[in-house]
């Protein structure tokens, strides 16, 4: 089943993840939340009249949270930071306005969990703090001082990146002292769970990422109009998909990047169900009429429940690459590529490999863990074909350089199992964590004092 992030609901931060959050079997599916739009509660007049002057930029990148200040310089810092995890890619000025505001938030938040933490006698000492800072730099490939340098070229600094990491490590610290003792799952509630799968056994199920935009009768042209703007920048590929949701959609999922986790058709909205029935693993479809507005939806996987699936084998693989010097023209890398192509045809299973690198210069990688359904759609279906000592075509840019795949194993999956009562449990029971995390955040944003200056 697939690995959920253990903390991932808990926050839209987009790099401290990467070391720092836990993981736990997703045996539940989770259920589509529901679209904003609906009855507020609240009595407010249809045609009601604004007094006084409303300017959006009276609350400027500065706060002060119950006397802990956030400044400009933090908020700054911080956007460089989500933009580095994001591969550096650039945004326009109003996407950048945006995630300011998005980020401030953000930090109000962290800034919350961490006097809260400490309002519980939890701290996070520096020690804590500088070992998961090098266990970043490391999935990083980096040294601690080079990891450092690398945050101040992209206008952000190892301070930025501590701070992320201190509410973190306080935020799941406190939560596991004041929160998880207090959460109990029942056995019946369990077994209830193990049945329902049972139940479900072979039907497919989708695993969805979703952005919505709420629209009226009177907006809703200029609202599709905006979802297809959306699209068109997801396909520019320069950002991943959640960077855009946490950007744009106004349903409760955006903090969690739009995942909807694993869903079957009947859990879903009809208009959706059969939007996800018909795409492809990695197909972006939208904007989506439903009520109450449009969805741009994104299928990251697809799965028969409890089936086995031969997107799950686990390939032993040799990885071909040829780098091109700089200042290699297009049309050079197509020629070297060309005679790349050439030699992948003379291998004869993966022990002729090394000889066949030597003879293109080719430098050889090593893997013996890759999951198929982890390689990009088009490698996949391609590894889906081959047999034990075959390559791939060659794949790859004149700046990347170009590579290919050898198969050389293959473990097969076994077939699908239910999950154990533990992994339910365990399941059940992060939900509910999760779930009084967010109403425990609601409560301090509720009571705290926030001068904006």
């Known amino acids: 089943m697939k690995q959920n992030r253990r903390w991932a609901a808990r926050s839209g931060r987009m790099l401290g993840m990467v070391a720092l959050a836990a993981v736990a079997a ?3 599916a989770q259920t589509v939340q529901e679209a904003p739009g609906a009855d507020t509660g609240l009595n407010i007049p249809a045609d009601s009249q604004i007094f006084g002057k409303f300017d959006p930029n009276v609350r400027k990148p500065t706060a002060i949270v119950n006397d802990t200040v956030i400044t400009g310089t933090d908020v700054d810092q911080r956007v460089a930071l989500v933009l580095a995890a994001n591969n550096g890619g650039q945004v ?14 953000q930090l109000i938040d962290e800034t919350l969990e961490i006097q809260e933490a400490k309002s519980a006698e939890i701290t996070i000492t520096p020690d804590e703090i500088t070992q998961s800072y ?3 730099a490391r999935n990083f490939n980096r040294t ?11 206008g952000s600094s190892d301070r930025s990146l501590k701070r992320q990491i201190e509410g973190e490590l306080a935020w799941q610290r406190y939560l596991r002292r004041k929160v998880e003792p207090f959460v109990n799952i029942g056995d019946q509630e369990v077994k209830g769970i193990l049945d329902r799968l049972e139940a479900a056994k072979g039907t497919e199920e989708y695993n969805l990422r979703e952005i919505f935009l709420a629209a009226n009768d009177a907006n809703a042209a200029q609202v599709a109009e905006r979802a297809k703007g959306i699209i068109g920048e997801i396909q520019k590929a320069q950002q991943p998909f959640d960077f855009f949701a946490r950007q744009y959609s106004e349903a409760s999922t955006r903090s969690v990047g739009g995942d909807l986790g694993w869903v079957r058709a009947a859990v879903l909205p009809a208009e959706l169900a059969s939007a996800a029935q018909q795409m492809q693993v990695g197909q972006v479809a939208g904007p989506i009429p439903i009520p109450g507005g449009f969805s741009i939806l994104y299928l990251t996987d697809k799965r028969q429940v409890l089936t086995a699936d031969p997107r799950d084998a686990r390939l032993s693989l040799k990885q071909l690459t040829v780098h091109f010097p700089a200042g290699t023209t297009q049309a050079q890398a197509t020629q070297r590529a060309a005679a790349f192509a050439e030699g992948l045809k003379k291998i004869q299973g993966c022990g002729t490999v090394a000889k066949i690198a030597s003879g293109v210069g080719a430098e050889v990688v090593d893997n013996d863990t890759v999951r198929i359904r982890d390689l990009p759609p088009q490698l996949a279906d391609i590894m889906l074909q081959l047999q034990i000592g075959q390559a791939t075509p060659p794949f790859g840019s004149a700046e990347s350089g170009v590579r290919a795949l050898v198969l050389c194993g293959r473990d097969d999956p076994q077939s699908g199992q239910l999950p154990s009562s533990d992994q339910i449990q ?21 009571d705290a004092v926030v001068e904006y200056r």
């Open 144 to 154: 601690p001082q080079q990891m450092s340098d690398y945050l101040r070229q992209n």
């Open 426 to 446: 365990n399941q059940l029971q992060q939900q509910r964590v999760n779930l009084r995390a967010q109403q425990k955040l609601r409560d301090l944003r509720r």
């Open 92 to 105: 326009s000025q109003a996407d950048r306005d945006r995630l300011k505001l998005q980020v401030l938030r």
């Open 26 to 28: 997703g045996a539940v």
């Open 134 to 136: 090098n266990r970043v």
